[in-house]
Nanobody
């Protein structure tokens, strides 16, 4: 059974940092890409980053490029999202998800929520001004 569990959300001041974790089970990183998404109230779910071991790629949305870093620890079956220089507009529920198809380098395809098959339950990130 594929499972993804996010953790690490919380309340932080503008300019602060948080590291989100996505613990995965039931599949191999070699076969699946992992994406991070966020959804603010009354807004559509937004893809912000993805990582693929098979492609050796990471992709970022323009909104987080240079501030967020995605990484994976295969030994711990965990994907991380390091978030720095946080802004109030980063406030949202953050989700990780798994897709068998991958996160092709240089393409926004891997940031599209509809391609992802498995989802975690989400973790709240609130950035105060």
């Amino acid at each position: 059974e594929v499972q993804l569990v996010e953790s690490g959300g919380g309340l932080v001041q503008t300019g602060g940092s948080l590291r989100l974790s996505c613990a995965v089970s039931g599949f191999s990183f070699a076969e699946y890409a992992i994406g991070w998404f966020r959804q603010a109230p009354a807004q559509e779910r937004e893809g912000i980053s993805c990582i693929s071991d098979s492609f050796g790629s990471t992709v970022y949305a323009d909104s987080v490029q240079g501030r967020f870093t995605i990484s994976s620890d295969d030994a711990k079956n965990t994907v991380y999202l390091q978030m720095n220089s946080l802004k109030p507009e980063d406030t949202a529920v953050y989700y990780c998800a798994a897709d068998e198809g991958g996160c092709p380098p240089g393409l926004d395809y891997g940031l599209a929520p509809y391609i992802y098959q498995y989802w975690g339950q989400g973790t709240q990130v609130t950035v105060s001004s």
